[in-house]
């Protein structure tokens, strides 16, 4: 019997023309975009400028919808819900795809600005799981705004156009590190010690902090700021840079971020020129899954409710019968199998790179804590699509069962009694300020989402 054995082949030996047509063109116009979004703030004007150039209008409550109509809700430009009306009524349930803008970073605190031995610095708290000392001695820009008492929002972005300035944390000359390097990888650098140099020019004149105070009219003169607004800022250092193409056969893109916005945009992407679905399609952006999908904007907001609700109330269904027959994919990386470290995965369990998108039947960490379970039967429903739409697939688990673990959206979707699969991109060095993914991965997690938009 042919399919006696489960035995899946490379990826690249199962692409036909079309696929390999565009794969190329996916991953370019993923890579602008990257290039354009990375942050939660950003990935939400670009995705709305996109958007609105495809026919997107903001949501109203109570406005007249029909099938094939297309709208979005920004969630206080940090969020955003995109919608495709279905022919099928809501009572019928959506196609929901949900993924996070937010990444790894080191945020700026709320009283930044120092001046120690007449170097000026930002003071930083990192934001989700970092290994701190990858964050030393690379290219770091600084993103985010700063809003004042007049009521204007500056949007600060410093660092990424080649005639700008960047930024970067220091590290201790190995001359020097006897002790450091006794120290374990956690401990070497401490989140304190994650400072971001800003200069070392004094202002003219006499008195103290003057090299601090010389940053500090820089600022002004850029955007008529004074110390106290960056106390209500919302700052944060990121790599500086742009997506790359990795490897001699250029089959892998680098990138701050993949973790989450190579899902983001693989379920944004399609939605652009998606004909009238037989469901109604809806795409979450979501901010703050890297620490807990907490607050206002993160996936446990009250926010998606409401927009779903809005939506029912207009073809009168109630919410809740949407929520239970509505499917999620929860779109999140799964850390690719990496042969360097083969001691920490079960291979046969793990996803690897060109293998297609991965899905992931629960998350979790030790017995499969803070996982949401997905059921054989909604498994099958997925992978039937996908196979039947010929789009690559692998399963994935998140390490050796007592090695470790990890959380997405998943379990905030299925707690709203949605039905939900954990399905996205293989990351190689995940968390890391660069990370890896192969192109026909990204390219088959955009097919997938498709495939399961138009599903019937
Ligand atoms: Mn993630
Ligand atoms: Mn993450």
Redesign the pocket.
Known sequence: MENLIYAPKNGFDRLNETDRAELESYCRRYMDFMDAAKTERESVTETIRIAEQHGFREFQAGMALQPGDRVYANNRGKSIIFAVIGREPLSRGCHITAA?ADSPRLDIKPNPLCEDSELAFLKTHYYGGIKKYQWTTIPLALHGVITTQDGAVHTVTIGEDESDPIFCVTDLLIHLAADQMKKTLADGVTGENLRVLMGTQPIEGEGSDRVKKNILSLLHEKYGIVEEDLLSAELTMVPAGKCREVGLDRSMISAYGH??RVCVYAEFEPLLDLETPAYTAVCVLADK?EIGSVGVSGMQSQFFENFMADLCDIQDVKLRHCLAASTCLSA??SNAYDPLYAETCDKQNNSRLNYGISLCKYTGSRGKGGASDASSELFNKIRTIFNRAGVLWQIAELGKVDQGGGG?VAAYMANRNIDTLDAGVPVLSMHAPMELVSKLDAYMTMKAMRAFYLAK
């Open positions: 996070h973790d989450d899954e999140d990386v997405t």
